[in-house]
């Protein structure tokens, strides 16, 4: 039996796919080479790492009001995480979600970031408020 | 989310197509923050340049502006948030035509949508500041911390999507900001030292912002005894917004709001100002650009910047970029200000702020990569671009435009 964590009801879609984890925060504008599809900010714990596909979990929302334009346009040119799994988002990245129709969801009852670790394939239903970690047993 | 009568007959498409999306993706971020209801909105500001948007952002705007005016028209005072080229001087920048051509299109449909293209970040100095208590749906995260800590507005960071879906449907979801419960103090900061420049005030901004590191939480900043001014606070305030994520803070006897805070405070000093500024320090470094943008300027900021070039010539390997609102280049222009500049060397832009500008693309072009400013927010945002940015005072940023490189 998969270990199952529960959220928040969330925005989007229904997915299944490969986390990317880290103990850091996401802005698309301030972290992001969106041509590349790779984290371009030195500082981040991801930089360099492609987040093309994958379901990145991260903990906080930062930054600017750009990505709610920005994860539209990023869906639509097919450089886009596959959705995004935090514990904590700020208005900005649940109307980008929204906006994009990317998968997010937020707001777990422990530090999402040490639950899941990278490589982890996860189902993620939003509307159940429900995340399934596949590859690990309760 | 409870829905009236008239918000049932938008979400059903009865009043058009633009109405029906607005609604419906408002009632979705609304749910998600578990929202009762709407509150009506006076103002609504949209962040509305093209790199953000992108093509498939600009093809959605035009499909909106194609509907029947009586559907598409917005249905409050709505402004916009600075776009991504001045047509006067996007060649000197290294921005292409394709660019222009992107903005021109987005503009066009931004107009058909009824919307005031004033192209700024600074409209609480500029435009129509709101009143206390007064709801609004703002973009531009500056724009929103200014207004809701300073005035007492209260507004959510609305990303451009969700600003103009509040401006199509004349209300927005009831949650965060808009709620009592959600304004009272949260965090304490003591500030032990008074900043000496706009450099310093956004270095401030940055430490509360850093350590608050939630949009969820409100500082409370006490220590600061006499207003230290408009262009202060809205540096302080764009770099906390800027570095936390934060959209309301509390400054006792100066903030709109009373407010008082238990927690312990957090102290900030002349060792913690001075070792946040060190932090982007490269002296002798070559300065490939030089920016006076983010926030854009306020009229007064742009007097310090045409005294300090005054009989001065920004090297020739150097670019000094200048920016502001049109309405304050516009004054800028008749007092004289704008020819100060330009005849020193400096590129004066009008509605764009420099990291909305295709920042990497201008990167590339140009060969830039040192980048000098006085703006703690711009520091934070420029890395991802590619550039190595370093804080200064105004006094040091023109310093380093001059000699070319950082003393």
């Known amino acids: 039996m998969p270990l199952v964590l529960s959220c928040h009801p969330g925005i989007g879609p229904a997915v299944e796919g490969i986390a990317l984890v880290a103990r850091d925060n996401f802005s698309a504008r301030y972290d992001l080479d969106r041509k590349a599809g790779v984290f371009s900010r030195p500082s981040h714990a991801l930089a360099g790492q492609s987040y093309h596909g994958r379901i990145l979990v991260l903990d906080q929302a930062k930054g600017g009001v750009a990505t709610a334009w920005m994860l539209h346009d990023m869906a639509a040119r097919r450089i886009v995480p596959l959705a995004l799994v935090f514990n904590r988002v700020n208005p900005i990245l649940a109307q980008g979600a929204a906006f994009a129709g990317v998968a997010l969801v937020d707001r777990f009852a422990g530090d999402v970031t040490a639950l899941i670790r990278t490589g982890d394939r996860l189902r993620i239903d939003p509307a159940a408020g429900r995340v399934e970690v596949l590859n690990r047993d309760f | ?407």
């Open chain 2, 1 to 407: 989310m409870r829905l009236c009568e008239e918000e049932r007959a938008m979400l059903a498409g009865e009043l058009g197509e633009p109405r029906r999306w607005a609604l419906a993706h408002q009632v979705a971020v609304g749910a998600f923050f578990d929202a009762a209801d709407f509150v009506p909105v006076s103002q609504a500001h949209i962040m509305a340049d093209t790199e953000s948007l992108g093509e498939a952002g600009v093809a959605f705007l035009e499909t909106l502006a194609a509907a029947p005016a009586a559907e598409r028209r917005v249905r409050v005072p709505t402004i916009t948030d600075p776009r991504g080229v001045d047509p006067r001087v996007y060649r000197r920048l290294g921005q292409s035509d394709a660019m222009a051509a992107i903005e021109a299109r987005a503009a066009a449909a931004f107009a058909a949508l009824g919307i005031l293209m004033t192209d700024t970040c600074i409209n609480y100095q500029t435009i129509l500041p709101p009143l206390r208590g007064e709801h609004v749906a703002y973009g531009d995260t500056g724009v929103v911390i200014y207004s809701n800590s300073v005035f007492g507005a209260r507004s959510n960071f609305e990303g451009g999507p969700s600003a103009l879906a509040a401006a199509l449907t004349g209300r927005t979801p009831r949650y965060g900001y808009h709620l009592d419960e959600n304004r009272r103090a949260t965090r304490h900061f003591r500030l032990e030292c008074t900043p000496r420049d706009l450099a310093e005030w956004g270095a401030a901004g940055a430490i509360v912002g850093r350590a608050a590191g939630s949009y969820w939480a409100v500082p409370l900043i006490d220590g600061i005894e006499a207003p230290p001014g408009s262009d202060a606070l809205k540096h302080f305030g764009a770099a906390m917004a800027s570095f936390g994520s934060v959209a309301l803070f509390h400054i006792p006897g100066i903030t709109a709001e009373p407010a008082a805070c238990d927690e312990p405070a957090l102290r900030i000093g002349r060792a913690e100002l001075d070792a946040f500024l060190a932090a982007y320090a490269a002296p002798g470094d070559k300065v490939d650009v030089v920016v006076f943008a983010a926030p854009q300027l306020s009229l007064v900021e742009m007097a310090a910047v045409a005294d300090a070039l005054d009989g001065r010539r920004v090297h020739p390997d150097t670019t000094l970029f200048v920016s502001s609102s049109p309405e304050v280049k516009s004054a800028a222009d008749r007092l004289g200000l704008t020819a100060r500049m330009e005849a020193a060397g400096a590129v004066v832009a009008s509605g764009i702020c420099f990291y909305q500008s295709y920042a990497g693309e201008m990167a590339e072009a140009n060969g830039w990569k040192r980048l000098v400013t006085n703006s703690a927010k711009l520091v934070n945002i420029i890395a991802g671009y590619g550039y190595r940015p370093t804080l200064a005072s105004l006094d040091r940023c023109v310093e380093a435009a001059v000699a070319g490189r950082l003393s």
